[in-house]
């Protein structure tokens, strides 16, 4: 009788049997990733394609936008995009601008406020809107007075945090100009119409619409806050 104890022989056959098993699911499961993962970086290819795509053709609005548009990134307010519209009304260059901190680029602005808006809009996420503001801008190699409406916005990530600061600006200064020299030219009139005691009145054919000044509506019996009506101005006429 001979007999051969093949115990341990049985357990290393048995564990490289287990080992080629494990190497052989391994090998499918990083097979499995790896086409996973080539399938991701195909979609993130394509994000990232239709994300330039998106980013020039949101670039190519604000290039094309009547009103001055710029973006300032991050809490130095870095001055990432600015439209030919805002480089004309704040006398720059883009190469004088782009990159760097609006502050720092914009020296005029020292002492006014707009500095401390873009602050406060960054760290609040509350936007500020400014009507008829007047404010210092660079003309050649000094400054001149402009009136301008304007919208400082903060940016806000997908997470809600603030990325930046958007800036619109629209100059109104030779419009605002032009109503108050109006505004102005009527006051005046006015005044020597008063000054003169005389009585003027204003007809619309096409409406009947009838108005007169306060002296006017004296001559016909009637106090200032009475509305002259036409017939009735005509009624109190002597026929003759």
């Known amino acids: 009788n001979t007999a051969l104890e093949v115990t341990s022989r049985r357990e290393f056959l048995q564990q490289i049997k287990q080992k080629?098993?494990?190497?052989?699911?391994?090998?499918?499961?990083?097979?499995?990733?790896?086409?996973?993962?080539?399938?991701?970086?195909?979609?993130?290819?394509?994000?990232?394609?239709?994300?330039?795509?998106?980013?020039?053709?949101?670039?190519?609005?604000?290039?094309?936008?009547?009103?001055?548009?710029?973006?300032?990134?991050?809490?130095?307010?870095?001055?990432?995009?600015?439209?030919?519209?805002?480089?004309?009304i704040w006398g720059r260059t883009e190469s004088e601008v782009i990159g760097y901190p609006h502050e720092s680029a914009r020296p005029e602005l020292r002492g006014q406020p707009v500095n401390n808006w873009l602050k406060e809009v960054y760290h609040s996420g509350k936007p500020k809107i400014n009507s008829e503001f007047a404010v210092k801008l660079r003309h050649n190699d000094g400054l001149r007075e402009a009136i301008v409406n304007s919208i400082y916005q903060p940016i806000f990530t997908d997470s809600g945090d603030i990325s930046g600061v958007l800036v619109?600006?629209?100059?109104?200064?030779?419009?605002?100009?032009?109503?108050?020299?109006?505004?102005?030219?009527q006051q005046m009139l006015a005044l020597a119409i008063d000054a003169g005691e005389l009585a003027t009145f204003y007809y619309q054919p096409a409406t009947n619409l009838f108005s007169g000044n306060s002296l006017l509506k004296n001559w016909f019996g009637l106090s200032s806050e009475e509305n002259l009506d036409l017939s009735l101005a005509l009624a109190v006429i002597l026929q003759e």
């Open 20 to 88: 080629e098993e494990r190497k052989h699911a391994l090998n499918e499961e990083m097979a499995a990733t790896l086409e996973e993962l080539t399938s991701t970086n195909e979609e993130l290819n394509k994000s990232m394609k239709q994300l330039a795509q998106s980013r020039e053709y949101i670039r190519t609005i604000i290039e094309q936008a009547p009103v001055g548009i710029a973006m300032l990134k991050g809490p130095e307010h870095l001055i990432e995009i600015a439209n030919p519209a805002i480089l004309a």
């Open 168 to 185: 619109i600006i629209e100059e109104i200064t030779e419009q605002v100009l032009a109503r108050r020299k109006n505004e102005n030219d």
